[in-house]
């Protein structure tokens, strides 16, 4: 590899970046202030890289904040829709009555900020002090349907999977006899993967084509999204598949596809099912109320999994790579003597989250194929 023209790519990169950057001063403490340095809190830089948010964050240095700001759309039943870049929100500021909750449990969200007589239109007196900031600030939350973070990977996504498998069916077409070379030697050997070493065994011979669509889609999607989260440069780099609302919806589809795929033993075997004494079915159908429990723990556990294991990666690199600003503040020998530390452990997650971003993807895609096969199984007494 020639590491000379990596290095320009990498540097011109970087400059493209931060010219079509916003550079926000951070000035919440007055100018007065800026001299100080202020207290590392590894909590908040944590949750800063995992969580959503309306801008995209790039680096800071020193007192200046280089991001991308990102396009929000709200809508309000005071003033009806609003849109605007989330640069406008920059500092706290509010822009048209709306701002960004930099605290407290609905942090990163933003708030149309209205004097109490109007929020007491929409919200009830008892609930009037819930909607309180800070001070004599109040009003309400819209409905937020911005392009935040996740959003924007998610589209990049969706885009590189488009590309990837249009462009290998379109080689297929053009010579489906000849051996595969370039994108398709790299992505046959995966497909094939998830065809006999998944769904076959899972699903059957006979029924495995019809959920196979659904099972490369979950499988390419979660597994390009856990690496697009290793990648510290946008559009990449965003926590998705750390998100839980994504999760949600992917454990959702699994849920719903099995549920809609049910033959009658699966209904049979989870209302009345054969063998079991009659005793655990009447008059407490205690049975049947474990099976039908089961229907909703699994795509739970699904949901979960995915979401904490892809979570826990990010905030244990993280964790490393703050203790070099934790004990960087108590000395700057210190700090140097812990960033070798800190550094060898924070590649090595990496490395290791490399292997868990193809060990959650074949996980969830294996889970979702054992439930399809035990809703279609037939089953014989």
Known sequence: M??????????S??????STAKIK?????????????????????????????????????????????????????????HFFSSGKMAHGDAYTNFKLITEGKD???????????????????????????????????????????????LWVSIIILLWVFLSVAKAYKRAPNKAPKGMQSFIE????????????????????????PYLLTIFFFIFLNNLMGL???????????????????LALFTFVITTISGNKAYWQHIINMPGVPWWLKFPLPLMPIIEISGMFI??????????????????IALGFYSLIFIFGGLSVYAGYGASVLSITFTIFMTLLEILVAFIQAYVFTLLSAIYFGMATEEHHH
């Open 107 to 153: 942090k990163g969200k933003i708030l149309e900020l209205l004097d109490e007589n109007t929020v007491s239109q929409y919200v009830a007196a008892e609930e009037l002090e819930a909607y309180k900031v800070t001070g004599a600030e109040m009003g309400i939350l819209p409905l937020d349907l911005s392009i935040t973070k996740n959003v924007v990977s």
């Open 25 to 81: 001063a951070q000035d919440e403490h007055g100018a007065s202030e800026h001299h100080k340095t202020e207290k590392f809190d590894p909590g908040s830089f944590i949750m800063g890289h995992i969580a959503d948010a309306h801008e995209w964050h790039i680096i800071t240095i020193g007192h200046k904040h280089i991001s991308i700001p990102l396009p929000v759309i709200v809508y309000s039943k005071h003033s009806g829709w």
């Open 13 to 18: 990169a970087i400059v493209f970046m931060a």
């Open 231 to 249: 990648i510290p440069i946008p559009p990449f780099g965003a926590n998705l598949t750390g998100n839980i609302a994504v999760t949600m919806i």
């Open 298 to 315: 699994k795509p739970f556990v699904l949901m979960v999994r995915l979401f904490a294991n892809i979570t826990a990666g990010h905030i």
């Open 2 to 11: 020639n590491y000379n023209i990596l290095r320009i790519f990498i540097i």
């Open 189 to 212: 050997p995966i497909i094939l993967f998830v065809r006999d070493d998944i769904a076959i065994p899972s699903v059957g011979n006979h029924k495995y084509e019809k959920y196979m």
